[in-house]
């Protein structure tokens, strides 16, 4: 499986910006950079992806290194219902491999 | 409003009984899965479907089987559940492979006694 290193947790305060790294030194030139974040009790849920460039939607945006071998996703500002666990993965063979992620606590 | 579904949104049985968990969704996607989430872990990929008659095997299928007859239902079998499938089961589909952006369902929380 193709593998990707997350912190375990993370703190910020609401309406401040989060930025959640990912390392993926193992990534092939075909992998997408996949984010997916669950909320509590409930199934998981898309981000974002991207391949190569840099990648903004209306939830987050996705910074990708020039060589790929790591990646950032960055909430702007950061609201209580952003507490979740974000998992950072890269499609390999049609399949999403999920790691344990980074659970993300956001302050009041 | 297309969606997926799952049923039951719990369940508990007993070691060696056949279980199924139903997924339906209506988005008409070719792409359907199944994980399973333990407490405290990411999800795993127990099998999942490309079309109607298409099965495949995930990294943790030994246990449980699934059969694909239409696009919008993949139900999952437990043959005969064990202890160590109490788990919370989500179902997921997708339309575009190469992407592949999942849709998840809202999980089934199934406990064997």
């Known amino acids: 499986d193709a593998k990707t290193t997350q912190p375990n947790s993370m703190e910020s305060n609401e309406e401040e910006p989060v930025h959640l790294p990912c390392n993926h030194s193992?990534?092939?030139?075909?992998?997408?950079i996949h984010w997916y974040r669950q909320l509590p009790s409930q199934g998981p849920e898309y981000v974002i992806h991207?391949?190569?460039s840099n990648v903004n939607n209306r939830m987050a945006s996705l910074a990708i290194a020039e060589d790929r071998k790591s990646s950032t996703l960055i909430l702007h500002r950061a609201t209580l219902r952003d507490a979740a666990v974000y998992y950072c993965?890269?499609?390999?063979?049609?399949?999403?491999?999920f790691g344990a992620g980074t659970t993300v606590t956001v302050r009041a | 409003d297309a969606e997926i579904t799952q049923s039951p949104r719990h369940k508990i049985t007993e070691t060696g009984r056949q279980v199924t968990l139903a997924c339906h969704q209506t988005?008409?996607?070719?792409?359907m899965f199944w994980y399973r989430q333990d407490l405290g872990h990411g999800l795993r990929l127990i099998h999942y479907?490309?079309?109607?008659?298409?099965?495949n095997k995930g990294e943790v299928s030994d246990g449980y089987s699934v059969s694909r007859s239409n696009t919008e239902d993949l139900p999952l079998t437990l043959e005969s559940a064990a202890s160590s499938q109490t788990s919370v089961y989500f179902c997921?589909?997708?339309?575009?492979?190469?992407?592949?952006?999942?849709?998840f369902g809202p999980g089934t929380r199934l406990t064997v006694l």
């Open positions: 997921a589909s997708s339309d575009n492979r190469i992407t592949d952006t999942q849709y």
């Open positions: 193992t990534i092939s030139g075909t992998d997408y």
């Open positions: 991207g391949l190569t």
């Open positions: 993965i890269l499609f390999r063979d049609y399949k999403l491999s």
């Open positions: 988005w008409n996607h070719n792409n």
């Open positions: 479907s490309y079309g109607v008659q298409d099965t």
